[in-house]
């Protein structure tokens, strides 16, 4: 084994002959300094002048829990869910051709474009339990609109283009030879699916889960027209910030805005270090 | 294992990549498939390791037929010309994953997958790698990983594509020796795909020489090189010249002149005369010889080419001299293939 120079400490990438390092970096800093930061630190210092005492009773009762566990929860539950059915759109979609395709490329990212209130009106008069679908599935005693389970079908929708649009370019560069190399080593098509092409593809599907677990937190359009909002039971936290905001109630607001922030921050920076380590491992 | 392919076509879209190709592997054999591009090399290989399914006709694995089998149950050692290795996965672990995948029943310990894994990796000579990534390896080591990981499953045929295809000049006469090697040394039925002719001639103990979906010959390197049986072999293997001739009295005649070529056996006739640029001799006078006017002399390493022209029909051939032959000095030289082979002018029908 070689000996590699010690890492020393934090040290800035090595720029490149290509000129323009300093300004870019400069300009990044700025700019994120002026579409994030400030507006955040606004956020913090805002529901800073609220105390600690007052903060701390917002934050911590009971309707303010359980809107961040509702909120938190089914962004959870419903990027789950894109990840497997948002891969496997995905590799539908490079893998096979069939009439049609097109359409269906293009319809994937129908829930980028379209108003999210819209698709909330339309999921819920689907699914209303006199909808198309919720009647049909009334019978069966599963109720969809105004639950929780309404919440997550409405961030299925909304985040499905996020896990698709970043696993295809992956999928789309699977080597075919790799496949075929696995099946003549004997490997059954389901062992060269878990154990040769997902492992590849886990990088691009972690960042996908990450992009649409953080949209479906942040989702409010879509999710308030099929919730019911029923506090404790269907409401969310983004909701919970605008009843506040209503009350003219702006610290209490800005507090669950806090939280909401620091656990969405800490989520998706585990996000990011597990994906740096499995970039590691597979690049 | 032997391996017998009996009366192969093979249609891509209607599009014939194959047309009846039959072919004897014997056990222990290291054959190499030699044609251009589109001669349906690629696709007679993928056809015996079962990544395509023949359109008509079988393949045999000893008396078993394989044609039925999956390619998982060929039991067949792949090599790629890009590798395909799993990028994921450590040296090792792309090695021991034939083993891994078995049944429960059949499975190696987990301590024996890396003792095989380790001990194929002395035998490709790169001990000490186990922990690497493919991506921090060189291609020639690459390869030879992907030649160590087809091994690791004991298979019953090695099937290699074009495996020294993306790795530069040096490193593939390195490898060739060493494949030579490896193949002595284990002595698996070895069939690899090539469109290097040196490679083929110098690494296989039969070459199958092949054009557009078709076997054109099956010999050793000697055979060939020197008796190639159609005038596509005479041409891709090696250099080449060719004349139009016209037998008469058993003797070939160029315009109206024997140039002192006797071929009793030969039907009367045009045909088609050929000859390697350095099986000539060279003539002082000229009564029944090849005679042309020097077009271009070219040097090539230790001997020098040079074009003629020949009669009225301007033909032009190349020859090769020694680099200070007084003969090169000439603008008209006299000549007679000391080897040659007649071929009919009309191609035979595909």
Redesign the interface.
């Given at each position: 084994m070689t000996t590699t120079p010690a890492q020393a400490g934090w040290r800035f990438k090595q720029p490149s002959v290509i000129p323009g390092f300093g300004l870019t970096l400069g300009f990044s800093l700025v700019y994120l300094t002026l579409i994030i930061l400030i507006p955040l630190a606004g956020l913090v210092w805002r529901s800073a002048s609220l105390g600690w005492v007052d903060f701390w009773r917002i934050v911590t009762a009971d309707r303010t829990l359980k809107a961040l566990e509702i909120s938190f929860g089914t962004a959870l539950i419903a990027a789950l869910i894109n990840v497997v059915f948002g891969t496997i759109v995905a590799w539908v979609l490079v893998r096979y051709k069939f009439p049609g395709r097109r359409v269906v490329d293009a319809m994937v990212d129908l829930p980028f474009a379209l108003p999210t209130a819209v698709a909330g009106i339309a999921l819920t008069t689907l699914y209303a339990p006199n909808g198309w679908l919720g009647s049909l599935l009334m019978p069966l005693g599963i109720k969809v609109a105004y639950t929780p389970l309404g919440i997550i079908v409405a961030l299925v929708f909304v985040s499905l283009p996020f896990v698709v649009r970043t696993v295809e370019p992956i999928i789309e560069e699977i080597?075919k030879?790799?496949e075929?190399?696995?099946?003549?080593?004997?490997?059954?098509r389901f062992?060269t699916i878990t154990?040769?092409l997902f492992?590849?593809l886990?990088p691009a599907i972690i960042t996908g889960f990450a992009l649409a677990f953080a949209r479906g937190v942040g989702e409010y359009g879509s999710v308030i027209f099929i919730a019911g909002n029923l506090p404790k039971v269907t409401e969310i936290a983004p909701l919970l910030i605008v009843i506040r905001l209503e009350e003219f109630n702006y610290p209490a607001a800005t507090a669950i805005a806090a939280v909401m922030l620091a656990i969405s921050f800490a989520m998706l920076l585990v996000i990011n270090l597990l994906q740096t380590w499995s970039r590691k491992?597979?690049? | 294992m032997e391996v017998r392919v009996a009366n192969v076509r093979k249609e891509f879209d209607r599009f014939p990549a194959l047309r009846d190709v039959s072919l004897d592997i014997r056990s222990g054999e290291l054959i190499a498939l030699l044609g251009p591009s589109g001669s349906g090399k690629t696709t007679l290989l993928r056809l015996i390791a079962g990544l395509e399914r023949p359109t008509t006709g079988k393949i045999f694995f000893g008396d078993e037929d394989a044609s039925s089998k999956t390619i998982q149950e060929r039991n067949v050692g792949f090599v790629f010309q890009h590798y395909a290795l799993f990028r994921h996965m450590t040296v090792a672990d792309n090695i021991g994953f034939g083993l891994k995948v078995r049944p429960g029943a059949t499975r190696p310990s987990k301590e024996e997958i890396r003792g095989r894994a380790s001990e194929l990796l002395n035998l490709v000579q790169l001990s000490g790698l186990e922990k690497r990534y493919p991506a921090q390896l060189s291609g020639g080591q690459r390869q030879r990983v992907a030649l160590a990981r087809a091994m690791a499953i004991e298979p019953k045929v090695l099937l290699l594509d074009e495996p020294f295809g993306a790795l530069d000049a040096q490193v593939r006469r390195e490898l060739r020796r060493w494949l030579r090697d490896i193949h002595d040394t284990t002595g698996h039925t070895t069939v690899f795909v090539t469109h290097d002719q040196e490679e083929a001639l110098e690494l296989a103990d039969r070459v199958v020489v092949m054009s557009q979906g078709q076997i054109e010959q099956i010999g050793t390197a000697d055979e060939v090189y020197d008796t190639p049986n159609s005038p596509f072999v005479f041409g891709f293997i090696g250099e080449s010249s060719s004349l139009p001739v016209r037998i008469a009295d058993g003797q070939v005649w160029i315009a109206d002149r024997p140039i002192g070529l006797s071929a009793p056996n030969h039907p009367a006739g045009d045909a088609l005369l050929y000859f390697r640029p350095h099986d000539i001799e060279l003539l002082d006078g000229c009564s029944g010889c090849i005679a042309g006017t020097v077009v271009a002399s070219r040097r090539v390493a230790g001997t020098r080419r040079v074009e003629l022209e020949i009669g009225g029909e301007r033909q032009r051939v190349e020859i090769e001299l020694p680099v200070d032959h007084i003969a090169t000095q000439k603008s008209r030289i006299a000549f007679r293939p000391s080897r040659w082979k007649l071929f009919p002018v009309k191609a035979p029908a595909n």
């Open positions: 080597d030879e790799v075929e190399a696995a099946a003549t080593l004997g490997a059954s062992q154990r040769v492992p590849g886990a491992r597979y690049g | -």
